[in-house]
């Protein structure tokens, strides 16, 4: 299975180049779910990350493929600005998922 990177900016989109992951530099509604789309018809991708901003702006699309289909499996990166708390992330993942307040 391969990873796959749908970034905000550059700076993220090059620096998963370096570590070998392919990936796209949106910045538009559309242009987000139209990758989305494409890479869940591809079969041997099987890990997106995208970073926060981008998750926000199609959250309804993001937690649909995450509740309906068995992959990918869709992370939540930071961004370059370090804007992301990963702790809360994680932790309303488990409130939604769960129904549990840790």
């Known amino acids: 299975m391969r990873m796959f990177v749908i970034s905000d900016n550059n700076d993220t ?3 998963m ?5 392919e990936g796209v530099v949106v910045h ?3 242009e987000v779910k139209e990758q ?3 890479v869940c018809q591809i079969d041997d ?5 995208m970073t926060k901003k981008l998750i926000t702006l199609c959250k309804e699309e993001v937690y649909d493929i995450k509740l309906n289909q068995k992959r990918p499996l869709i ?3 930071p961004d370059r600005h ?3 708390d990963i702790g809360d992330s994680i932790t309303s993942y488990i409130r939604e ?3 549990i307040k840790i």
Do not use: T
């Open 82 to 84: 370090g804007d992301s």
């Open 13 to 15: 989109w090059v620096g």
């Open 75 to 77: 992370v939540e990166i």
């Open 28 to 30: 538009e509604y559309d």
């Open 45 to 49: 991708i099987g890990i997106v990350l």
């Open 36 to 38: 989305l789309n494409r």
């Open 17 to 21: 180049r370096l570590a070998g992951i």
């Open 97 to 99: 998922a769960v129904g």
